[in-house]
């Protein structure tokens, strides 16, 4: 059975870091793109970032460009999620996702994408506030 454990939310101030880590079991990690995802109460899930089997090409939504990078070891079967320069707006919980196949641009511009990700971990709740 495929599991994904995303650890590493908290309450944070503004301005603040955290790091996300997801550990997945029961797949051969490198084989597998990762993506993370977010929901915030009341409204969608959104596409936050992706990094492909390899750790070779990573992706980004607009609003954390910049300020989050994505990057994964494949030794430890973990994906992470370093998250700086926080803000208020970026508080919600926070998932990480995966599947057989996980097209990155798409899954972080179109939520009907998420038909490809088959395994979502429990989510972890980031919270901004001063």
């Known amino acids: 059975e495929v599991q994904l454990q995303a650890s590493g939310g908290g309450l944070v101030q503004p301005g603040g870091s955290l790091r996300l880590s997801c550990a997945a079991s029961?797949?051969?990690?490198?084989?597998?793109?990762m993506g993370w995802f977010r929901q915030a109460p009341g409204k969608e899930r959104e596409g936050v970032s992706c990094?492909?089997?390899?750790?070779?090409?990573?992706y980004y939504s607009a609003s954390v460009k910049g300020r989050f990078t994505i990057s994964r070891d494949n030794a430890k079967n973990t994906v992470y999620l370093q998250m700086n320069s926080l803000k208020p707006e970026d508080s919600a919980v926070y998932y990480c996702?995966?599947?057989?196949?996980?097209?990155?641009?798409?899954?972080?511009?179109?939520?009907?994408?998420?038909?490809?990700?088959?395994?979502w971990g429990q989510g972890t709740q980031v919270t901004v506030s001063s």
């Open positions: 996702a995966t599947g057989e196949y996980v097209p990155c641009r798409l899954v972080l511009t179109s939520s009907t994408a998420y038909n490809y990700l088959e395994v």
């Open positions: 029961g797949l051969t990690f490198e084989d597998y793109n």
């Open positions: 990094i492909t089997d390899t750790g070779g090409s990573t």
